[in-house]
């Protein structure tokens, strides 16, 4: 599936607010969808890529032999989840926020881990 089919799909999830694919080397998003006046999908790219580099570089510092499934950030009204993509396509990750009062989150977790399987950058 190509970038804009993977967001719309990502979009489909109950609760979906906004998602981007994410570059986390550059900070640049490479695809958005949804977002708006109080989710400004550019600034949570950029943003989220610091939390990414954090966690990787962490890890690395603790010498964790293992891969990072996918990140949580829970606000008082929304989830954001963070997916970084296997080794093989380079330093992307998928970001998903989502209303927390209509949001499924297992759902939401599952669908990003399928939407990546299927993913051709």
């Given amino acids: 599936?190509?970038?804009?089919?993977?967001?719309?799909?990502?979009?489909?999830t109950e609760g979906a607010i906004g998602v981007?694919?994410?570059?986390?080397?550059?900070g640049m998003a490479l695809g958005t969808l949804g977002g708006g006046k109080g989710l400004d999908?550019?600034?949570a790219a950029a943003g989220n890529t610091e939390v990414v580099?954090?966690?990787v570089r962490t890890l690395s510092l603790l010498a964790v032999d293992d891969s990072i499934e996918d990140m949580l950030i829970t606000l008082g009204s929304q989830y954001h989840l963070i997916r970084p993509l296997t080794k093989s396509r380079g330093s992307l990750f998928l970001?998903?926020?989502?209303d927390r009062s209509r949001a499924n989150l297992a759902l939401a977790r599952h669908l990003l881990k399928r939407v990546e399987s299927?993913?051709?950058?």
Avoid: C, F, P, Q
């Fill in 53 to 55: 580099r954090a966690k």
């Fill in 95 to 98: 970001y998903l926020a989502l």
């Fill in 20 to 26: 981007a694919l994410v570059d986390y080397e550059s």
């Fill in 1 to 12: 599936m190509n970038i804009e089919y993977a967001l719309k799909e990502a979009m489909s």
């Fill in 118 to 121: 299927e993913l051709e950058v």
């Fill in 41 to 43: 999908l550019e600034v």
